[in-house]
């Protein structure tokens, strides 16, 4: 029988190991785009004290990423993301809602259920 760390040994040599950690996306200029399948979502608290927000994971074709979109951006899409889902996610970059106040605007689409996409074959368009 082997050991853990046999095990662990025998699957990064096989590449058979996945990174679960995620890597920070950081949302920078218009039109970077993220596709991939929503894993979870967590409420983190603000370190400037405006009250809290969403920090959201996905796996991607480069492993999992997390990241943030402003507490507008949660309210207008946050609730809707459901696991197990691909989405595309599409930074479009800041709104000025005031001439205080700027806000990251996205573009969201949801690609369908993981399941539907169950064989190699390139989907159809």
Do not use: C
């Not at 200029?29 to 959201?56: A, L």
């Not at 492993?63 to 946050?78: P, S």
């Amino acid at each position: 029988m082997l050991t853990y760390k046999e095990m662990y040994d025998k699957a990064v040599k096989d590449k058979t190991a996945r990174v679960l950690t995620p890597v920070y996306l950081l949302w920078e200029k218009p039109n970077q785009q993220m596709v991939g399948v929503f894993i979870s979502k967590g409420e983190v608290s603000s370190s400037t004290g405006e009250g809290t927000y969403y920090q959201y994971v996905f796996e991607t074709d480069d492993g999992n990423v997390k990241f943030h979109m402003g507490t507008n951006a949660d309210n207008d899409v946050g609730a809707s993301f459901v696991p197990g889902v691909l989405y595309s996610v599409t930074y479009l970059g800041k709104e000025e809602i005031s001439k205080t106040r700027r806000v990251n605007k996205f573009n969201v689409e949801e690609i369908g259920p993981m399941a539907d996409f169950s064989t190699d074959e390139p989907v159809d368009k």
